[in-house]
């Protein structure tokens, strides 16, 4: 597995809980190539459009959905509903455990970000930031 930095896309709604501490465990129906202690950069999408928090990779677990939502209800921050919903077909999940959440001091927006990286585009799942890489130097420059 890589220890890369990844950018993930959220809704200003789990923004905001992960932020809090209420959501320590993100979810997916992909598994991202990461390991243990990677970066997790995350851009809160639109209206707010933009990369405001980062926070880093403790555990990954690919598992059925049920084990899923069995092992990790409490911390998802999203309904029985709407888990279902978002897993409808699916036999795995992914859970990205995640801890030492940090707000950066100045949140990049995305017309920030396109300034930096041309034709930027969100990501739909998750993006690898390369270490060379202009954004994620931008990026660490926002660590407090």
Not at 10 to 38: C, D, M, N, T, W
Request: include cysteine; proline fraction near 5%; glycine fraction near 2%.
């Amino acid at each position: 597995m890589d220890k890369a930095d990844i950018l993930i896309s959220v809704q200003k709604r789990y923004f905001e809980s992960i932020v809090s501490g209420k959501k320590s465990v993100e979810l997916r129906r992909r598994a991202p190539k990461i390991s243990h202690g990677s970066r997790i950069w995350l851009y809160c999408k639109s209206p707010i459009a933009t990369v405001a928090a980062v926070c880093k990779l403790q555990r990954i677990e690919t598992l059925p959905i049920e084990e899923i939502w069995e092992r990790h209800w409490h911390s998802l921050a999203i309904s029985k509903p709407e888990f279902d919903e978002y897993l409808c077909g699916r036999e795995s999940a992914t859970a990205l455990v995640i801890q030492d959440v940090e707000l950066l001091r100045n949140p990049l927006h995305l017309d920030a970000i396109r300034s930096i990286k041309i034709n930027f585009q969100p990501p739909q799942f998750f993006m690898h930031l390369r270490d060379d890489c202009a954004l994620t130097d931008r990026l660490k420059l926002e660590l407090a």
